[in-house]
């Protein structure tokens, strides 16, 4: 059985030409609409359907073949192109999400979900610092406690994709043990040391330096417990040096043994 309060809204879709039928029953623009509005419901509860059981592709064709029925109806088409972007996110296509999206924001800027379907989509495209954008955006004037967390996750993704890889710095793989570290620490910090590369221009002895400095940072992260344990979840080495002290003044303020804080 349907929704009750659902079937209430789509039998007053009817009233008005209901009503213009009941005073004129060949009126022909009443009958037409009511025809319309009988279809799109019957291909709404189509669409639900599908959706729940993830045929996606054909729900994407159902949404199409209402999009056709309500060309007139502006908030109505924002509300697929929605629905458009929600089956194109379940499929991964993420350039279709942000173009269902500029459809569904053209017609209704002040609905929320779009917004949010093409944060995701940019944060899948590698588009970071966009997606940043996009939600604060939403954040100005939708000020609500699950934007913010969207927000402060996003920020957090960003730092992530502009980490550097420690274990590409060492030429490790991430499995690699404390001994392969170690030794890799070792190779790669003689290779890059300052004094062996005095002959070159300053640049080139500038970059020397920011390497070794580089180095040093991977193996300091990857050789301890704690800091690893930081870096794996997605934290740089600003939020890793952070969550360490935050850790100490919890400790700190406690005497160690923790509850008080």
């Given at each position: 059985m349907?929704?009750?309060?659902?079937?209430?809204?789509?039998?007053?879709?009817?009233?008005?030409?209901?009503?213009?039928?009941?005073f004129?029953?060949?009126?022909?623009?009443?009958?037409?609409?009511?025809?319309r509005?009988?279809?799109?419901?019957g291909?709404?509860?189509?669409?639900?359907?599908?959706?729940?059981?993830?045929?996606?592709?054909?729900?994407?064709?159902?949404?199409d073949?209402?999009?056709e029925?309500?060309q007139?109806?502006?908030?109505?088409?924002?509300?697929?192109?929605?629905?458009?972007?929600?089956?194109?996110v379940r499929?991964?296509d993420?350039?279709?999400?942000?173009?269902?999206?500029g459809?569904a924001t053209y017609?209704?800027?002040?609905?929320?979900?779009?917004?949010?379907?093409?944060?995701q989509a940019l944060?899948?495209?590698?588009?970071?610092?966009d997606?940043?954008?996009?939600?604060e955006?939403l954040?100005?004037?939708?000020?609500?406690?699950?934007?913010?967390?969207?927000?402060?996750?996003?920020?957090f993704?960003?730092r992530?994709?502009?980490r550097?890889?420690?274990?590409?710095v060492l030429?490790?793989?991430?499995?690699a043990?404390h001994l392969?570290?170690?030794k890799?620490?070792?190779?790669?910090?003689?290779?890059?040391?300052?004094?062996k590369?005095?002959?070159?221009?300053?640049?080139?002895?500038?970059n020397a330096?920011?390497?070794?400095k580089?180095i040093?940072e991977?193996?300091?992260?990857?050789?301890?417990?704690a800091k690893?344990?930081l870096?794996?979840?997605?934290?740089?080495?600003?939020?890793?040096?952070?969550?360490?002290?935050?850790?100490?003044?919890?400790?700190?303020?406690?005497?160690?043994?923790?509850?008080?804080?």
């Amino acid at each position: 059985m349907g929704n009750p309060s659902e079937e209430k809204r789509r039998n007053r879709s009817f009233d008005g030409p209901s009503k213009a039928l009941s005073f004129d029953p060949d009126h022909q623009e009443a009958q037409a609409f009511r025809k319309r509005l009988r279809s799109l419901c019957g291909k709404h509860g189509e669409l639900k359907e599908l959706m729940d059981s993830r045929e996606f592709e054909k729900a994407l064709e159902v949404v199409d073949s209402m999009l056709e029925l309500c060309q007139d109806n502006t908030a109505m088409m924002a509300s697929l192109y929605t629905e458009r972007a929600k089956a194109n996110v379940r499929l991964k296509d993420w350039r279709s999400v942000i173009k269902d999206v500029g459809q569904a924001t053209y017609r209704n800027h002040s609905l929320v979900q779009p917004y949010l379907f093409r944060a995701q989509a940019l944060q899948a495209l590698e588009r970071h610092e966009d997606a940043v954008k996009e939600l604060e955006s939403l954040m100005s004037w939708h000020p609500v406690e699950s934007v913010y967390h969207k927000v402060e996750e996003a920020k957090f993704l960003l730092r992530k994709h502009k980490r550097k890889n420690y274990y590409e710095v060492l030429g490790v793989p991430s499995v690699a043990s404390h001994l392969e570290i170690k030794k890799a620490y070792r190779e790669r910090a003689a290779e890059w040391h300052p004094d062996k590369k005095s002959h070159l221009d300053e640049a080139a002895r500038k970059n020397a330096e920011e390497m070794f400095k580089t180095i040093g940072e991977a193996y300091e992260i990857l050789t301890d417990p704690a800091k690893k344990e930081l870096y794996e979840k997605g934290y740089d080495l600003e939020g890793i040096n952070e969550q360490i002290e935050l850790k100490k003044r919890r400790t700190g303020c406690c005497n160690g043994r923790g509850g008080c804080c």
